[in-house]
């Protein structure tokens, strides 16, 4: 499965690869390291009623990551993520992926999952990347705040990351 997703990963790379002319970080990228920060995020989906207090909801954000050294691991990386949200009162069920884009085109590819709304300490980790993310792993924590809601429009929102990488 991992070779199948970064296959994926390196093929939704290819058309967001920087320059040639662009300098590198992946000579200052450590092999590995810490970080926190905030992605901020505007939703939409589709919700669908199974049956009464249970809602099965299929949803896709777009945002941007800020890490909180305002430099540094994924700043200002661009953001996609989708998700299915099994939402029952008694145990929610939330999970999907996303594909983080930095500056110079590099991806990595995460999986999440949470059993609460709003997700708060839940669950993320790395699955793959591309340039100087290959090779990367690490399991690490996220907490978002309650979505607000328009009426004719996306939500937004925003989740706090506390994570960690290690690359080979």
């Excluded at 430099?71 to 009162?89: E, I, N, T, V």
């Excluded at 978002?144 to 506390?162: E, I, K, L, M, V």
Aim: contains cysteine; aromatic residues 12%.
């Amino acid at each position: 499965m991992k070779t199948s997703l970064s296959m994926i990963v390196s093929l939704i790379g290819t058309a967001g690869l920087a320059a040639p002319g662009l300098v590198s970080q992946a000579a200052e990228l450590a092999k590995q390291g810490s970080f926190t920060g905030v992605y901020s995020w505007s939703s939409t989906g589709k919700a669908h009623e199974i049956r009464k207090d249970h809602v099965f909801v299929l949803g896709e954000s777009t945002g941007t990551f800020f890490n909180d050294a305002g430099k540094g691991f994924l700043h200002q990386s661009s953001m996609w993520c989708a998700g299915a949200y099994d939402l029952r009162p008694d145990q929610p069920n939330l999970q999907g992926y996303c594909v983080a884009t930095d500056a110079q085109g590099d991806k990595i590819a995460l999986t999440w999952r949470c059993t609460s709304v709003p997700c708060k300490d839940a669950d993320f980790e790395w699955m793959a990347g591309t340039g100087k993310y290959t090779g990367i792993r690490g399991k690490n924590k996220f907490s978002c705040s309650a979505p607000t809601y328009t009426p004719s429009g996306p939500s937004t929102g925003w989740c706090n990351w506390t994570a960690r990488w290690e690359l080979p």
